[in-house]
Structure formats: C-alpha cells, structure tokens
C-alpha cells in the first residue's frame, strides 16, 4: 500500500541556519505530494505541493521538489526562524484517491 | 471567507460512553474528510462524505461513523469509547473533493477518554 517516511525528530536548528526534513515515499502511479505544518495547539496547513514529477512548490521560503526518480519530497528552506517552530508532515495522495496517507511527522525547533 | 471550524475544540468522555463531533466546512466546499491523529499511530485517514454520501471509509472499526448534511456540516460519531480512542479529530474540507482539491483542516477537537 501507499507510505510515506520521514525522518525522525526532533531537528534543533539555530535561527538562520538550512533546513533539509527528508521525505520518501512509496506509491503506484503518479501521486500529488504535500508539506503540511501543524503549529503547538493548531490543525494543519497546508505548506506547499506538487502534483507531477520535477515540479518545484514554493511557499514562504520552503520549497520542495517532486523526484519520481528517487521518489523523494525533501523540504528545504534556506534560513530557519524561531517562528518556523513546528511539526512537519510530508503526505501523498494516490491517482483516484482522495484520502490523504501522512508520514510520522518531524518536529522542528528553531532556537533563537 | 471563514475556515473550517469544529466544535467543541475539547472534550472529556469516560470509557463505554458515546461522543458527536461536529465540523463546518469552508462555505462552498462540499467534501469534508475526517482524519484522527494519535502520538502512536500519527494521522490516519476515518471517512470521506461528499453531498451526504460517505464516498471513501479508512480501516476503523464500525464504532466510528459519520454524516453530513445537506449544507455540508459534517458529524462524526464514536460509540463506546475506549481508552484508545483519545485522539485529536481532525476534520479537512475541499470544493469537490477531486484528488486535485486541496484539503483544509480544522484546528480539531482533542478528545480524552478516561
């Protein structure tokens, strides 16, 4: 069935300082892939997307690129902030379906 | 325009009793998902409903059930509670519920089972 890995937590980082969360996955097809970030006490937002292979998603400084080749979703920002504090999920959706499948989850904390 | 909302946003059950749980869509989407989220088992996908028909069921047993009704609130059902049902409820909505919509989610309802 369809999965998603994530690396395990929690990734301490120092303000400023690049943020890589790894995110694999395992799929039939072409599945839409997402970041979702859930704040302390909060439900989920959508982070960014892709929806086909070597599409790029971009939002607020993180970017994460569709790799079918290695398939891969890794999320990358180049300068973390203290309000960058979160859990990170990566997530797919499978061709024809609408639940979406959620990896564990990778709880980043940025310390000033 | 207002996001989804669910109510209450706490609540605190004993073993054997029933709990409803309720969430409203973003005005205008007329899919709503319904996802539970634990320390053990992260986010796990329970239902689906789109125009008051559950389309798509996740792997949980019968004592969880839902509806929707005709303006596209949802409520969630779970009869029985165990121990193991406390959770965060997270409900998610989207305008058709094609696999290209976006999901929006709700801030949840954490549910304690004592």
Same mark, same amino acid.
């Given at each position: 069935g369809d999965s998603v890995t994530q690396m395990e937590g929690p990734v301490t980082l120092s303000e400023e300082a690049f943020l890589t969360i790894n995110c694999t996955y395992t799929a039939t097809g072409y599945p839409s892939? &997402?970041?979702y970030v859930q704040y302390p006490g909060e439900g989920l937002q959508l982070l960014l997307k892709a929806t086909k292979a070597d599409d790029k998603g971009s939002n607020k400084g993180f970017e994460a690129t =569709?790799?079918?080749e290695t398939t891969s979703f890794h999320l990358e920002k180049g300068s973390v902030q203290v309000s960058d504090s979160a859990v990170y999920f990566c997530a797919l959706r499978a061709p024809g379906r609408?639940?979406?499948t959620f990896g564990s989850g990778t709880r980043l904390q940025v310390q000033p | 325009k207002a996001g989804v909302t669910q109510t209450p946003r706490y609540l605190i059950k004993t073993r054997g009793q029933q709990v409803t749980l309720s969430c409203s869509p973003i005005s205008g989407h007329r899919s709503v998902s319904w996802y539970q989220q634990t320390?053990?088992?992260?986010?796990q996908f329970l239902f689906e =409903? &789109?125009? $008051?028909?559950?389309?798509?069921?996740?792997?949980?047993?019968?004592? &969880?059930?839902?509806r929707q009704f005709s303006n596209s609130r949802s $409520?969630?059902?779970?009869?029985?509670? $165990?121990?193991?049902?406390?959770?965060?409820?997270?409900?998610a909505s989207s305008l058709a519920g094609t696999g290209?919509? $976006?999901q929006y989610f709700g801030p949840g309802t954490r549910l304690t089972v004592t």
């Amino acid at each position: 069935g369809d999965s998603v890995t994530q690396m395990e937590g929690p990734v301490t980082l120092s303000e400023e300082a690049f943020l890589t969360i790894n995110c694999t996955y395992t799929a039939t097809g072409y599945p839409s892939l &997402f970041w979702y970030v859930q704040y302390p006490g909060e439900g989920l937002q959508l982070l960014l997307k892709a929806t086909k292979a070597d599409d790029k998603g971009s939002n607020k400084g993180f970017e994460a690129t =569709y790799r079918k080749e290695t398939t891969s979703f890794h999320l990358e920002k180049g300068s973390v902030q203290v309000s960058d504090s979160a859990v990170y999920f990566c997530a797919l959706r499978a061709p024809g379906r609408r639940a979406l499948t959620f990896g564990s989850g990778t709880r980043l904390q940025v310390q000033p | 325009k207002a996001g989804v909302t669910q109510t209450p946003r706490y609540l605190i059950k004993t073993r054997g009793q029933q709990v409803t749980l309720s969430c409203s869509p973003i005005s205008g989407h007329r899919s709503v998902s319904w996802y539970q989220q634990t320390p053990g088992q992260g986010l796990q996908f329970l239902f689906e =409903y &789109f125009s $008051e028909t559950q389309r798509n069921k996740g792997n949980f047993p019968g004592r &969880f059930s839902g509806r929707q009704f005709s303006n596209s609130r949802s $409520e969630m059902n779970v009869s029985t509670l $165990e121990l193991g049902d406390s959770a965060l409820y997270l409900c998610a909505s989207s305008l058709a519920g094609t696999g290209k919509d $976006e999901q929006y989610f709700g801030p949840g309802t954490r549910l304690t089972v004592t």
